[in-house]
C-alpha cells in the first residue's frame, strides 16, 4: 500500500512493555495497600488510562503472548495446556498475521526485544536440543512473523539455552554450562554464552530498547517488549537491593518500573511522548516463587483481593494491570472498568489504521479504541471473555457471572487438580459482583446462568472464534473440540 511520508508521520508509535509473572497487586496504582510503591506506573496512570478489568488470555506465558500477538485465544493453537521451552518449534502458524506483520504492512518499523517463548527453529541434525548447532541461522522466529528486528533470548529466564540472539543468529555460541541454585536466583543447568549473564539481560534488553527509539527517526515504530522480569530467576541489580522494603522480588519490580520510566524518560528526550501509545501489562499473575507467606507477613498481596495466582482458572491467575499512556488521545487519569482481553490488541491497532482484518485473523480480538479515547458505549464492549488455566481448564466470564470448568484451581493453588475435596462439583460458577474472592459456588442454585454460559462457550470453540465472521478452524479440529473434559460433562 502506497502511503505519503506525511501520513506515516502522523501516525502513533506503540510501545508494548509486558511484564513477567508481575501481579495484579503488585503496582501500587492498582492496590492502595501494596508495600510496592511503583512511581513510573503511578505516573502513568496519572498520565493515561487504567483498566480494572484486563484479562490475559491464560494464566502462564507462552499461550498468552501467542493471544496478544495474534489476536486469536490461545487454546486454538496446537497448544492445549502448558508451556514452551527454550528449543521447542514455533506455536504461531506459518501466514498467519500477527499484530506486527499488521503494523509492518503499514509502513511500521517492527521490534521485539527481549523474552520470546513462541518457540523457534533451531538447527539441529537429530532434533533434539543437545544437538543444537548454535552457529547456524534460526529459522521462523520473531523476523518471520513480522518483526523487523529482534534482539532477546528464546524463552524464559530460567530455561536454556542461555544465549542472546539477534535476528536470527546467537551473538555467542554457549562456552559453558551454568545453573541458579538459589531459590529466589534459580534457573536450569544449560548451555549459556561467552557474552551471557543472567543478571545483565534485563539491563541489556532495555538498552536496545533506548537505542531503537533514538534510531527511529521520523518513521512510526511498533516496539513489542516482553520483559524477562519479575519471573525467576529473580536478580535485582545493586541499585534496587533492599529498596522496595519487602523482599528480593519486591526489588525486582520495582527495577522493572524504572525500566518504564527510563523508555518514557527516552520518548520525551526524543520529542515523541506525546505521538506515542505505550501500553503496560503482564503476561498472566504472579508466581509462588515471590514467595508469599514472607510477603504476606509485611501486608503485600500479589494477587491483591483475587483469589490464585500464575497457573490458575481463578482470578489472580488472569487479572493483570494494564496502563495505557497516549497523551494526545487518551485523557489523563481516565480509569476503565470495563473487561477487557489482551488479545484485543490486534483489532484495536486494525480500528487504530483504519483497516479491516481479514477473517482469518483477530478471531477474539475487539478493539479497546473507543474505551481508549473515551466514548459511550452502547453496552458491554465485549460480550464475554474466556480463560484458560496451565492444565488447560475453560473459565468463561460475561458480566458478573464467571463460569469455571474444573472442579478446583486448574492451576498451582489449592485445590490442584486431582487434590480437589471428594464429591466437589465439576464446575465453579462465582458472581464476582458480590464474591470478587471466588468463595461462594452457585452453580447449583443458577443453574440457567450456567446453560446459558456453556451454550456460549461451546459456540465460541465451534465457531473458530468468539467475534462475528466466517467459521473458523482450531487445531485439532472436531476431534479436539468433540474430546474436551468439559463437553464431556455437557454430553453426558
Known sequence: MNQTKADLKSRPNIIYILADDMGYGDVSCFNAQSRIRTPHLDKMAERGMMCTDAHSSSAVCTPSRYSILTGRYNWRSSLKKGVFNGYSRPLIEQGRMTVASLLKDAGYRTACIGK???????????????????????????????????????????????????????????????????????????????????????PRCTRKVLETIEAAGDSPFFIYYPLPAPHTPILPSAEFEGK????????????????????????????????????????????????????????????????????????????????????????????SHEAVCLSDLMATVAE????????????????????????????????????????????????RWKLELCPGSGGWSDPRPGQEPEGAPPIQLYDLES???????????????????????????????????????NAGGTEWEQGLEWMRHING
Open 244 to 335: 522496595s522494603g519487602t523482599n528480593r522480588y519486591g526489588d525486582f519490580v520495582l527495577m522493572c518500573d524504572d525500566v518504564v520510566g527510563q523508555i518514557i524518560g527516552k520518548l520525551e528526550q526524543c520529542g515523541r511522548s506525546d505521538q506515542t501509545i505505550v501500553i503496560f501489562t503482564s503476561d498472566n499473575g504472579c508466581s509462588p516463587k515471590a514467595n508469599f507467606p514472607e510477603l504476606a507477613e509485611i501486608g503485600h498481596h500479589p494477587s491483591y483481593h483475587f483469589r490464585g495466582h500464575k497457573a490458575d482458572i481463578y482470578e489472580g491467575g488472569h487479572r493483570v494491570p494494564l496502563l495505557i499512556q497516549w497523551p494526545e488521545r487518551i485523557k489523563a487519569g481516565s480509569v
Open 435 to 473: 464474591d470478587i474472592g471466588e468463595r461462594s459456588n452457585m452453580q447449583e442454585s443458577c443453574p440457567e446462568v450456567v446453560e446459558e454460559l456453556l451454550a456460549l462457550l461451546i459456540a465460541y470453540v465451534r465457531n473458530g472464534r468468539s467475534t462475528p465472521g466466517e467459521r473458523q478452524t
Open 116 to 202: 520470546w517463548h513462541l518457540g523457534l527453529d533451531w538447527h539441529s541434525n537429530e532434533g533434539a536440543a543437545g544437538d543444537v548447532d548454535y552457529t547456524q541461522p534460526i529459522k521462523n522466529g520473531p523476523t518471520a512473523t513480522g518483526f523487523d528486528y529482534f534482539y532477546g533470548i528464546s524463552a524464559s529466564l530460567d530455561m536454556p539455552p542461555y544465549v542472546y540472539i539477534e535476528n536470527e543468529r546467537v551473538t555467542a555460541p554457549p562456552d559453558r554450562i551454568t545453573r541458579g541454585d538459589d531459590e529466589m536466583a534459580w534457573w536450569r543447568e544449560g548451555p549459556t554464552g561467552a557474552d551471557f549473564r543472567h543478571e545483565e539481560v534485563l
Open 352 to 399: 487504530l489504521l483504519g483497516r479491516r482484518l481479514p477473517e482469518d485473523a483477530g478471531e477474539d480480538s475487539v478493539s479497546s479504541l473507543p474505551v481508549w479515547l473515551g466514548h459511550p458505549l452502547s453496552g458491554p464492549l465485549r460480550e464475554a471473555v474466556v480463560h484458560h488455566s496451565i492444565n488447560g481448564s475453560f473459565s468463561i466470564r460475561k458480566g
